[in-house]
């Protein structure tokens, strides 16, 4: 019983020497590296657009070929500003174009021939929103979601050859249409980060994005042009 009365007195008289000595430690300032309050991502990617409105399902009805054709490398870019350790601000900027050759499914050209134009259509987006890491910044990989809301600039031409069913008999002529304008969208954001050091960083992310717009110029009347899809990206982060 004195025995485990003197080592609780000795613990006792230990903590109560030791308590400042810890209390000092424990107020130190960090000195190692701090985390970047910023960073700018550049980034390559696959679209492919969904293709669910008017103007691609009339166009899946006449001519051959689906949304899938018009699949192509993106590229973009971010700047994230961090609001706390893990919540951040995010500006985004993403250019898109894809074109595909089409046919008439129905009508040959005297010769037999396919009767062929090139659809081209472009996205250019800027957008704002917020991320979220799941995980610090110092965690060897580092799972996020985000959102992100703006403006989409968007262009749709058709250029080749096409049918005059207006005239008798119908004819074939070469010429081009064109389509142009903005409508507002949003994204959703699912990545995953691995940073090389609290500077540079590798990360890989799946974006869907969702923005429809009302076509008019020499396509006016042809309803909604549908300019949502995924996009896969892979791209390099720098912090500072």
């Avoid at 304008?181 to 540079?200: D, M």
Wanted: proline residues 5%; charged residues 20%.
């Amino acid at each position: 019983m004195r025995n485990k009365l003197k080592a609780l007195l000795l613990i006792m008289s230990f903590c109560f020497v030791a308590h400042p000595a810890l209390a000092q430690y424990k107020s130190r300032p960090y000195t190692g590296p701090q985390v970047p309050q910023n960073h700018l991502r550049f980034n390559v990617g696959y679209f492919s657009p969904n293709g669910d409105s008017a103007y691609w399902n009339d166009k899946e009805l006449e001519f051959t070929g689906s949304p899938n054709d018009f699949a192509n490398a993106s590229v973009g870019l971010d700047y994230i500003r961090q609001l706390t350790e893990r919540l951040g601000l995010l500006v985004t900027a993403n250019f898109w174009d894809g074109d595909s050759q089409q046919s008439y499914r129905d009508y040959t050209d005297e010769v037999g021939a396919n009767i062929t134009h090139t659809t081209t259509v472009a996205t250019n987006s800027v957008e704002v929103g917020l991320v979220y890491s799941f995980l610090s910044r110092r965690s060897p990989v580092i799972p996020y979601i985000g959102g992100a809301g703006g403006y989409y600039s968007w262009e749709l031409e058709e250029a080749g050859d096409f049918i005059d069913f207006g005239a008798f008999p119908p004819e074939i002529f070469n010429d081009s249409f064109s389509s142009s304008g903005g409508t507002f969208g949003w994204s959703g954001i699912l990545g995953l980060e691995i940073p090389f050091n609290l500077k540079w960083s590798l990360f890989l992310e799946g974006r869907w994005q969702d923005a429809k717009a009302e076509l008019d110029g020499d396509f006016q009347g042809f309803g909604t042009l549908d300019l949502s899809g995924a996009n896969f990206r892979i791209g390099a982060s720098w912090g500072f």
